[in-house]
């Protein structure tokens, strides 16, 4: 079986929109998926590796979105983003928590803690561009109201 123009899709970039990505993750391999599979002319990904890094980041630079990982050493991922809501100058940044658990106590501590949006690993890298591309867009919509 051949593949013609008719049955193939035109590939096109998710995250179209100029973009600034934080992505907060212990495990260099899922930086570098996420900083490989994310990337596009319109987005740029910056990764560290705890969540200490991550806050002192978020002080510094701005972002359009932050992707946390929960199992971190040190300081959690919900710790992060309890952290990050207690602080009204992040009450507009969409945080997605990122991790491999997919119990219901963890999904309800994720948002319990003030995450905007849950994704388990192992991650499909197409589906989370479409949801950051959905979180951004809504958030500047908001902001634009």
Not at 38 to 66: C, K, M, N, W, Y
Not at 86 to 113: K, N
Request: hydrophobic residues 45%; glycine residues 4%.
């Amino acid at each position: 079986m051949t593949m013609t123009d008719q049955n193939c899709v035109p590939f096109s970039y998710v995250l179209c929109d100029q973009v600034a990505i934080l992505a907060v993750d212990d495990d260099p391999i899922q930086r570098e998926f996420c900083a490989v599979y994310l990337a596009t002319p319109h987005a740029e990904i910056t990764t560290v590796g705890s969540a200490e890094e991550g806050l002192t980041l978020l002080e510094q630079a701005r972002f359009d979105v932050a992707l946390i990982d929960v199992d971190m050493p040190g300081m959690d991922g919900i710790e992060m983003v309890r952290r990050l809501r207690a602080d009204r100058r992040f009450d507009d940044l969409p945080l997605m928590v990122i991790t491999g658990r997919e119990d219901i106590v963890s999904i309800d501590q994720a948002y319990a803690a003030g995450a905007t949006s849950f994704m388990c690993k192992p991650v499909n890298w197409r589906l989370l561009g479409h949801q950051i591309r959905f979180l951004v867009r809504a958030h500047r919509a908001l902001a634009a109201a």
